[in-house]
C-alpha cells in the first residue's frame, strides 16, 4: 500500500508491505514483522524508534545466536552480513 504525504506523530506505524513517501514520522515506533518489503522514500524521521516482531524478531534472535554461540566462524558470518548491508548501495548510480 502507497501512502503519500502524511504527518504521523505518536503512533506505532507497521512497515511491512507499505511503500512511505514523503511523509513526517515524529516520536513514532516502527515495527518490522518481517512479512513483506517496505519503503521509506523521501521521509523525515524525527526521535523515532525501530522494534522487529514476529519474524523478524525471529531472525534477529537466530543471528544472536550464531554470532554468540558458533565461535570465530558464527562471527564471521553474521560480521559479513553486516558488511554486505553496509555495501550494499555503494555500487548503485546516484
Known amino acids: 500500500m502507497k501512502i503519500s504525504n502524511n504527518n504521523f506523530s505518536n503512533e506505532e506505524v507497521i512497515l511491512d508491505f507499505h511503500e ?3 511523509c ?3 516520536n513514532c515506533r516502527f515495527v518490522v514483522l518481517g512479512y513483506g518489503p517496505f519503503s521509506l522514500n523521501q521521509c523525515e524521521v524525527v526521535n523515532c524508534e525501530f ?12 543471528m544472536t545466536t550464531i554470532y554468540h554461540n558458533i565461535g570465530d566462524q ?3 558470518l553474521i560480521e559479513g552480513t553486516f558488511d554486505s548491508i553496509r555495501n ?5 548510480p546516484a
Open 20 to 22: 512511505y513517501e514523503a
Open 74 to 76: 558464527g562471527k564471521a
Open 24 to 26: 513526517n514520522f515524529t
Open 51 to 62: 522494534t522487529f516482531a514476529g519474524p523478524a524478531a525471529s531472525v534477529i534472535q537466530t
Open 88 to 92: 550494499a548501495g555503494a555500487n548503485k
